[in-house]
């Protein structure tokens, strides 16, 4: 029989405890918690090494050519992370699975059944069946996009792109870029680019700082999130980086690839103030407006959502971690964004609930710890608080001419959403995918969904993503693998 690949030099692997989806940090540090608390572990994940886009690093045989270790944060809490993960791949504890794509997960009568395409030998993929009674889901986010005239110009990347250019490769995709959007993220990325030799012509941040002096309290009460702010910001004042508040980027232009970006200042409401626009040239352009939970695999489980405070939805949990799904946790970006330290408190109390959960004879007995519980508190409240300082301007469709591009994958222009809502009438995504297929492109509405929404749904609806029972894409004969019975070409984790 095949065996997965990244199976470890040691023992082989029994049968799982435990599935975790999802190798940053919040899949890492719940992973190492259940392995140190006695459990099998089955860790599957999309990319060629764990640490997710917050410790993506230079391939392997790279690194030592590509240094970006001061391009991270906590370096020291990831190599200890991966060296437990290596040991108890050694005594045959864990099964590390990288290169494999998850496209879905099932319940079964004694757990659940995860379905998953390995993609570690190009251009083969093998389907991969895992089964285990918990699943716990770490998928993380992906970068939240407003389209604007141009921003389907090569040369046009979202912030989280140029970051994950820049750790995993020390490129920095452009010699003169403009970073646009809000909320936080900018400022590391606006940091790093100018680090490395970029001139970064103008950072646009869309909301004021002002925002903060209405919730001081989380705030202060997270000292470390100022400090690291600060720093940022010296850093910029050192390569004389502009930031502009109260900004946006609104166009960009150019002939083949962009070439000058349009700003413009914003009212209360968002609308580009008339008189304010400027013309910055620029050869790369880095957008973005937040985050959106990736909860691909917890909607067909059943799991219940709530408002996430930021115009999305994330995930309904207790103070353990658990989902409304028996069996099913999460934790991380899937229940709201809020950064890499709270989603290590999620991830390691997710486990201590597995651990509680799944108990048996012989096991240590883990209780919750409420200080853990207490610091995952203070720091999602923090989370919703910036949340609410950096939101998105409610006017911003007042940007889009009406052959902007808003599905770039199926080509939808503004003018057609605004009709579908008109003459739909449409009032949600979902309707104007059915009337003029935005969203049924290669990415699923990933890119577009959050935008379509904001044209048609009403002021203040947060954005609810489409259910989809295939996760990822996949071809067909990793699908026909998936529905014959094991054989050579689908291995079971849970057979002998």
């Known amino acids: 029989m095949r065996e997965p690949s990244e199976r470890a030099a040691g023992e082989r692997p029994g049968p799982p405890d435990l599935v975790v989806v999802g190798a940053g940090p919040a899949g890492m540090a719940a992973a190492a918690t259940a392995l140190d608390g006695g459990l099998q572990v089955a860790l599957v994940d999309s990319g060629a090494a764990p640490g997710g886009q917050f410790w993506r690093h230079p391939p392997d045989h790279a690194r030592r050519a590509i240094p970006t270790a001061d391009l991270h944060h906590d370096l020291p809490a990831y190599r200890a992370f991966r060296a437990t993960l290596t040991a108890h791949r050694h005594t045959g504890r864990l099964a590390l699975l990288l290169n494999h794509h998850v496209w879905t997960a099932v319940r079964e009568e004694h757990g659940f059944a995860v379905h998953a395409v390995d993609r570690s030998r190009p251009p083969e993929e093998h389907a991969v069946l895992l089964r285990a009674p918990a699943l716990l889901v770490a998928t993380g986010a992906y970068d939240r996009q407003l389209p604007f005239p141009g921003w389907d110009l090569p040369g046009v990347l979202t912030v989280g792109g140029l970051q994950s250019l820049l750790k995993g490769g020390g490129v920095t995709a ?33 909301s004021a700082p002002t925002a903060w002096l209405r919730r001081p309290g989380p705030l202060l009460r997270n000292p470390a999130k100022w400090a690291e702010a600060a720093r940022y910001a010296a850093v910029l004042a050192r390569h004389r980086v502009p930031v502009r508040t109260r900004t946006a980027v609104v166009a960009a232009e ?243």
Do not use: N
């Not at 403009?178 to 790093?192: E, I, K, S, Y």
């Open 174 to 206: 452009g010699s003169r870029v403009v970073l646009g959007g809000t909320g936080p993220f900018l400022l590391p990325v606006a940091a790093a680019l100018a680090a490395r030799g970029a001139e970064v012509a103008a950072v646009c941040e869309a």
């Open 254 to 496: 150019g002939e083949g690839r962009v070439a000058v970006v349009r700003t413009a200042s914003l009212d209360a409401d968002g609308r580009p103030v008339p008189g304010t626009e400027r013309r910055i040239e620029a050869d790369t352009v880095g957008v973005g407006w937040g985050f959106v939970p990736q909860l691909d695999l917890l909607l067909p489980l059943g799991c219940d959502l709530v408002d996430a405070g930021d115009g999305t939805m994330a995930a309904a949990v207790d103070d353990g971690q658990r989902t409304t799904a028996p069996g099913v946790y999460t934790a991380g970006e899937t229940c709201g964004v809020g950064g890499a330290a709270l989603a290590v408190d999620e991830g390691r109390l997710a486990a201590v609930s597995v651990l509680a959960d799944l108990a048996a004879p012989g096991r240590p007995d883990h209780r919750r710890p409420a200080a853990a519980r207490r610091t995952v508190a203070r720091r999602r409240a923090f989370a919703r608080a910036m949340a609410q300082a950096h939101p998105l301007p409610p006017a911003w469709p007042a940007w889009l001419t009406d052959d902007t591009t808003v599905c770039r994958c199926e080509e939808v222009t503004a003018e057609a959403v605004r009709t579908a809502r008109a003459e739909g009438p449409a009032s949600d995504h979902r309707q104007v995918k059915q009337l003029t297929r935005a969203g049924m492109g290669w990415c699923q509405g990933r890119m577009c969904g959050p935008a379509v929404h904001g044209l048609v749904a009403p002021r203040g609806r947060p954005y609810v993503p489409a259910e989809r029972l295939i996760a990822t894409p996949l071809t067909l004969g990793a699908l026909a693998d998936a529905a014959e019975p094991p054989s050579d070409r689908i291995r079971p984790i849970t057979s002998d």
